[in-house]
C-alpha cells in the first residue's frame, strides 16, 4: 500500500497550521536542539540562546520542556512553541514548553523599543521578585519607553500565564503593580489574544480610599499608552480568572489613543478592598469598542468601566455576579456591572443581570450624551440604573425584568441621585436580550433567534449558534427534532452540551464552504479551554465543501452522531473531508456515533494532547471504489487512543494523483513520535486495508490489537517501521482476505502475530504451509488458532456471543441482557449495577476535577457530571423538594468538603410530558446541583454538580479514587460513585474521566 504521497501533499499543511508555523526563508533556531522538527536550521540549548544567535525575522522553535530561565529578546522575530500550551495541562513539561521564571521580575521581556515580535504558545510563570526593589512583576513585558514619537507592535497569543506575584513588594515601589501581560506604549496591529491568564495576585492592601487599579494593583492583561500613539492595540479572546486586582485594562493620555477589547472570558476576579474596576477598565481612551465579553464574578468593584474616555461603545457584554466590598466606602460601592466616569460613552445591548447594581452612571461626566439602550437589566439587587451625574441619561428601550417598567413589580429600578434626569420611557416590555444567559436552552425550527431567549421551551431559538451563544457555561441546549440550518461556523467557547433528538431526527446542514486553511477549516470550532459534549443528532454537509466537520481544540464526548456528506474535493486535488480533527491538548471521546460519505477521514485524532481519547462503538461507511481515499480513524503525531468495537467497510478508494490507498484503521508517527493504538474488538470489511500501521520505515508507531475481526478486505494487515517489534497482534480473526498480513517494509524485528485464526485449521500460508491467508517475512505467527477465538465473536458488538450487544463477551458479561460496557459493580456482588435489583440510584459519574490554588485559601473547586437511574429508590424529586440535598466528595485520605443545599435553593420544574428538571444553587457558597431527567427511561437523569471556593489541599493522583456522594437527609436517597480512570494531576488537582 502507498501512503506517502497523499500524507505529503495534503497533510503536511496540518502539520505547520497546528504548530502555528509554516515553511519561509528565514532561518529556524530550534530549543533544546535541532532535532525537535524537521524544519529546524540550526539549534541551541536554552531559550535565551536561541533569541541571541537568531537573526530579525527568524524563528526561534521551542519543544515540549521546563526552561527555567528569563529570556530577554532584543530583536525583531517569532518565539513559537512547537505544541501550544494549555490550562489542562499547566507544569506537564512532556507536552508543552514551560518557561519558568524562576525568580526575576520578569518571565519573558522584549527589550525596550524592540518591536514586530510574536510570541505564541508558551507556558509562563513564576516572576516572583520578592523584594522591595520590585518595579512590576510580569509575565510578560513589552515596552517602548520613549515618551513621545514611535511605539512597538508585537503579537502575544495562545499562551499561558500565572502565578505571578510579589509578596515582599514594596507598596511605592510598583510603577504598575504584577500583570500577566505588561504592554507599555505598543502600538497599531498589536495583538494581544487566545492567552489564558489566573492567579495573579498583590499582597499590598489599598492604601487609600478610592485607590485607582494599576497603582501597584494585580492585573491580568494592562496595556497603557503615555506618548499617545497606541492606536489599533485588540485585546481578543482571551480567558482570565482568579485576578486580584483587574483582569484587562487598557490605559492610554487621551490623545489618539484607540483599544478594542472583544471576545474575552472573565471569571472569579477582585478583592475585600482592591479598588474600583475589577473586570475590564478602560480610561483615557480616544476611541474604543468593549463587545462581546463575558465576565462573571466580580467582588470589589465593577465589571466593567470607563473613566475619562471618548467614544465609547460597551455592546453585547454578559455581566453578572458583580458585588462590593471596598473596605473604604463600602456603602457608596456595592458593586456594579458597569461604571461610566466618562462623556460620549454608550451602553447598548448588553445582558447585566444578578449584580449588587447594574449601570452607574458617575459624577465625573461633565455633559450631555451617555445612553444605555436595549439592555437586558435583570435582578441587580440594589437597583438596575443609578445616575449620580447632573447630566441626562437616555436609557430608553431597556429590558427591566418585567413587563410594566423600572421600579415596578418586579422591575429592577432606576434612580438619579444629583441633578441628572434618567429617560426610560420606551422600555421593553418583553424579554429580548442579546448573549443572554441560560442553565438550559431550547432550539426549534418553530423558534425565533430575534425575538427569544432560548430559555423557555415554548418559546425556543431558531439556530443551534444562537443557543450555544446563550447557554451559560456548563448548560445544555437541547435541539428539538427538524432541519437547522447553521452557519457559517459555530464556535464553541465554553463548556456546554448540544443534545438532539436523535440521528436523522435532528440534522444540521452548513450555510457556506469552510475554509481551506486554519481554523476556518471547521464548520464547528471547539475552542481550547472549552469542553464539548454533542449527542442525538446528525451533521450533514450536502451542498457545501466541509474540510472538518468539528475543528476540535478542547475536550469532551461525541455520543450518538451521524456525520454525513463530510467532503472538500474528495476526488483531488485535496481529497479533504474529515468528520473531527480532535488537535487540542485533552481527550475527546467519540463514541456509537456513524460516518458515511467523509471526504478522507472519521476522526483524526493528532498530538499527544489527545491522549486518553476513546473511538469505541462507531460505524464508518467508506464510499466504495472510486478516485477516493477513507480512513474510519487515524492516529498521528504522538496521539495514544483506543480504538474499540467499531465497524469499518466499504473503504476501497484509492487516490489517482499517486495510487495512495484507504485503509479501515491508519496509525503514523509521520508529523510527530510516539503514535500508540491500542485496536480491539472491530470488524474491519471489504476494505483495500484493514489497519495501516506506519508510513515509511523509519516509522516508530505501535500497535496493540486483540480480538479484532479482519475479513474480506485486500490486505488484512500492513505494517511499515523501523522495528516489527513496536506491534502486536493476537487473538484476532484475520481470514478471508486476499493477504493477511504484509511486513516486508519492517526493517527490524518481528510482528508478534501468534495465536490469531487465519481462517483455516493449518494456520497461515505463504512463508507458512498453511491454507489460510497469506503471511509475509518479519512476522512471527507460530503458534496459531485452529478456531475463532470466543472473544471475537463476543466483542464484536451483536455478535451471537454478545446478546446485548454491548462490547463484552456474554461469558463476561455481569449482566448479559443489559447494555453496560463499564461493568461497574457498586456493591461487588457479581451483578452489575445495570441489572442488580438490590441497587437503588445509581450515580455514574463520566467527569470529576478537583483542584485547588496553593496560593490562594478558599478557592479550591469540585465538578463534576454524570447520570443516575432512581427507579427503585423513593422519588428523588419529592425528596430534594422536600428536604434538600447535599455533594459530599472524598479521596482515600478523607472527605475533601461537602457543599449542600437547602429545599428553598432547590427549583423544580416539570415540563408538559411530566419530566422534571432539579436546579439548586447556593450563590454565597457559589455551588450548584442540577438533574435533568432524560426522556429514555423514567427517573433517569443527567446529573451535574459544582462547588466553588471550597477550602481544601489538591488531591493528588496518589490519594484515588475519588468519590462523589449525593445524599438527602436521612439517607433516603443516596447515591455514591467513584472515579479513577483517565486521570491527568497538574500543580492544581487532579480531573479524571471515563
Aim: glycine share 14%.
Amino acid at each position: 500500500m502507498s501512503l506517502r504521497s497523499v500524507v505529503s501533499a495534503a497533510w503536511v499543511v496540518t502539520l505547520f497550521l497546528v504548530s502555528g508555523w509554516s515553511p519561509a526563508q528565514a532561518a529556524v533556531v530550534c530549543v533544546p536542539s535541532i532535532a525537535i522538527d524537521g524544519s529546524c536550521t540550526s539549534g541551541a540549548a536554552t531559550i535565551q540562546l536561541g533569541v541571541t544567535s537568531a537573526s530579525p525575522g527568524d524563528t526561534v522553535l521551542v519543544g515540549p520542556g521546563l526552561y527555567a530561565e528569563a529570556p530577554v529578546i532584543s530583536q525583531s522575530l517569532t518565539l513559537q512553541a512547537l505544541a501550544p500550551a494549555t490550562e489542562a495541562d499547566a507544569g506537564n513539561a512532556g507536552v508543552q514548553a514551560i518557561i519558568d521564571g524562576s525568580g526575576a521580575e520578569t518571565t519573558l521581556t522584549v527589550a525596550d523599543g524592540v518591536t514586530g515580535v510574536t510570541i505564541d504558545g508558551f507556558e509562563i510563570t513564576n516572576p516572583t521578585h520578592g523584594g522591595p526593589a520590585t518595579t512590576s512583576p510580569a509575565g510578560i513585558r513589552v515596552q517602548s519607553d520613549s515618551a513621545v514619537g514611535t511605539t512597538v507592535t508585537v503579537t502575544l497569543t495562545n499562551n499561558v500565564i500565572h502565578e505571578v506575584s510579589d509578596p515582599l513588594r514594596d507598596a511605592g515601589a510598583a510603577s504598575f503593580g504584577e500583570a500577566g501581560i505588561l504592554a507599555f506604549n505598543v502600538g497599531a496591529g498589536t495583538t494581544i489574544s487566545g492567552n489564558t491568564i489566573y492567579d495573579i495576585s498583590d499582597s499590598t492592601a489599598p492604601t487609600s480610599a478610592g485607590e485607582s487599579p494599576g497603582s501597584g494593583r494585580a492585573q491580568g492583561i494592562l496595556v497603557k499608552s503615555s506618548n499617545g500613539t497606541a492606536s489599533g492595540v485588540t485585546i481578543a479572546d482571551n480567558v482570565l480568572h482568579d485576578i486580584q486586582d483587574v483582569a484587562i485594562r487598557a490605559n492610554g493620555n487621551f490623545a489618539a489613543v484607540t483599544m478594542d477589547v472583544t471576545g474575552n472570558r472573565i471569571t472569579t476576579v477582585g478583592s475585600f478592598g482592591t479598588g474600583f474596576l475589577s473586570g475590564i477598565a478602560i480610561d483615557h481612551i480616544a476611541l474604543g469598542t468593549v463587545a462581546d465579553n463575558r465576565v462573571r464574578g466580580v467582588l470589589g468593584g465593577f465589571g466593567l468601566g470607563v473613566q475619562v474616555s471618548g467614544s465609547t461603545l460597551v455592546t453585547r457584554n454578559s455581566i453578572s455576579a458583580v458585588f462590593g466590598g471596598n473596605a473604604f466606602e463600602p456603602s457608596m460601592f456595592p458593586g456594579a456591572a458597569v461604571l461610566v466616569n466618562s462623556d460620549g460613552a454608550s451602553i447598548d445591548d448588553n445582558f447585566l443581570a444578578g449584580n449588587a447594581l447594574g449601570i452607574v452612571v458617575g459624577t465625573t461626566v461633565t455633559a450631555p450624551g451617555v445612553n444605555a439602550n436595549g439592555n437586558c437589566i435583570e435582578g441587580n439587587l440594589a437597583g438596575g440604573i443609578v445616575n449620580s451625574s447632573d447630566h441626562p441619561l437616555d436609557a430608553t428601550d431597556n429590558w427591566w425584568n418585567c413587563d410594566t417598567g423600572p421600579g415596578t413589580g418586579t422591575c429592577d429600578t432606576s434612580a438619579d441621585v444629583a441633578l441628572g434626569v434618567t429617560t426610560t420611557s420606551g422600555f421593553r416590555t418583553f424579554r429580548n436580550c442579546d448573549f443572554l444567559c441560560a442553565d438550559e436552552s431550547f432550539v426549534a425550527t418553530t423558534g425565533a433567534d430575534a425575538t427569544n431567549d432560548c430559555r423557555d421551551a415554548a418559546a425556543p431559538c431558531a439556530s443551534v449558534l444562537r443557543a450555544t451563544e446563550l447557554t451559560c457555561p456548563d448548560g445544555i441546549a437541547n435541539v428539538a427534532a427538524g432541519t437547522y440550518a447553521e452557519g457559517p461556523q459555530i464556535v464553541i467557547r465554553e463548556n456546554v452540551d448540544v443534545i438532539g433528538a436523535g440521528q436523522g431526527t435532528t440534522i444540521l446542514n452548513p450555510t457556506a464552504d469552510t475554509a481551506s486553511s486554519g481554523n476556518g477549516r471547521g464548520w464547528w470550532l471547539v475552542e481550547a479551554g472549552s469542553d464539548l459534549d454533542l449527542s442525538s443528532l446528525t451533521l450533514d454537509g450536502t451542498g457545501f465543501k466541509v474540510w472538518q466537520a468539528i475543528r476540535h481544540l478542547g475536550s469532551g464526548t461525541i455520543d450518538d452522531v451521524e456525520f454525513t456528506e463530510i467532503k472538500f474535493d474528495e476526488s483531488g486535488p485535496s481529497y479533504a473531508g474529515t468528520a473531527v480533527a480532535a488537535f487540542g491538548a485533552t481527550p475527546v471521546d467519540v463514541t456509537n456515533s456513524s460516518f458515511s460519505q467523509i471526504g478522507r477521514i472519521g476522526v483524526l485524532f493528532f498530538g499527544s494532547g489527545v491522549n486518553g481519547s476513546a473511538f469505541s462503538g462507531n460505524t464508518y461507511t467508506g464510499k466504495g471504489v472510486g478516485d477516493f481515499l477513507d480512513y474510519m480513524v487515524e492516529l498521528g503525531a504522538g496521539a495514544s487512543v483506543s480504538v474499540i468495537a467499531n465497524t469499518a467497510t466499504g473503504n476501497r478508494g484509492v487516490a489517482s494523483v499517486d495510487g495512495s490507498t484507504s485503509a479501515g484503521i491508519l496509525i503514523t508517527d509521520f508529523f510527530g513520535p510516539g503514535t500508540v493504538g491500542t485496536i480491539d474488538g472491530n470488524l474491519l470489511s471489504d476494505n483495500t486495508t484493514g489497519i495501516a500501521v506506519g508510513f515509511d520505515n523509519t516509522d516508530a508507531s505501535s500497535v496493540g490489537a486483540t480480538c479484532n475481526r479482519i475479513e474480506s478486505n485486500d490486505l488484512g494487515v500492513s505494517i511499515t517501521g523501523a522495528d516489527g517489534t513496536n506491534s502486536a497482534f493476537n487473538t484476532n480473526s484475520i481470514g478471508g482476505n486476499v493477504d493477511g498480513m504484509n511486513a516486508t517494509d519492517v526493517v527490524a524485528g518481528l510482528v508478534d502475530a501468534t495465536l490469531n485464526w487465519w481462517g483455516a485449521i493449518d494456520g497461515p500460508g505463504s512463508i507458512f504451509s498453511g491454507g489460510g491467508d497469506t503471511v509475509t517475512a518479519n512476522v512471527s505467527a507460530f503458534p496459531f488458532e485452529t478456531a475463532v477465538n470466543v472473544c471475537v465473536a463476543a466483542c464484536i458488538s451483536g455478535g451471537a456471543a454478545d446478546a446485548d450487544g454491548d462490547g463484552v463477551c456474554d461469558s463476561e458479561d455481569n449482566c448479559p441482557a443489559t447494555p453496560n460496557a463499564s461493568q461497574r459493580d457498586l456493591d461487588t456482588d457479581g451483578l452489575g449495577d445495570a441489572c442488580d435489583p438490590d441497587d437503588g440510584g445509581q450515580l455514574s459519574l463520566r467527569k470529576l476535577s478537583a483542584r485547588a490554588n496553593p496560593n490562594i485559601a478558599g478557592r479550591a473547586s469540585v465538578s463534576f457530571k454524570g447520570e443516575l437511574g432512581a427507579t427503585l429508590q423513593p422519588d428523588i424529586v419529592a425528596e430534594i423538594a422536600a428536604n434538600g440535598v447535599r455533594v459530599v466528595a472524598s479521596t482515600t485520605l478523607g472527605q475533601l468538603d461537602e457543599f449542600s443545599f437547602t429545599p428553598a435553593e432547590c427549583l423544580v420544574k416539570t415540563d408538559s410530558k411530566g419530566f422534571s428538571t432539579i436546579r439548586c444553587r447556593n450563590s454565597t457558597e457559589r455551588t450548584i446541583l442540577r438533574l435533568r431527567e432524560r426522556k429514555d427511561g423514567p427517573l433517569f437523569f443527567v446529573v451535574r454538580g459544582a462547588g466553588r471556593r471550597l477550602d481544601f489541599a489538591a488531591p493528588a493522583l496518589a490519594d484515588l479514587p475519588m468519590t462523589i456522594d449525593v445524599q438527602t437527609l436521612g439517607f433516603d436517597v443516596d447515591y455514591v460513585d467513584d472515579i479513577d480512570a483517565d486521570c491527568r494531576e497538574n500543580s492544581r488537582g487532579v480531573t479524571c474521566r471515563e
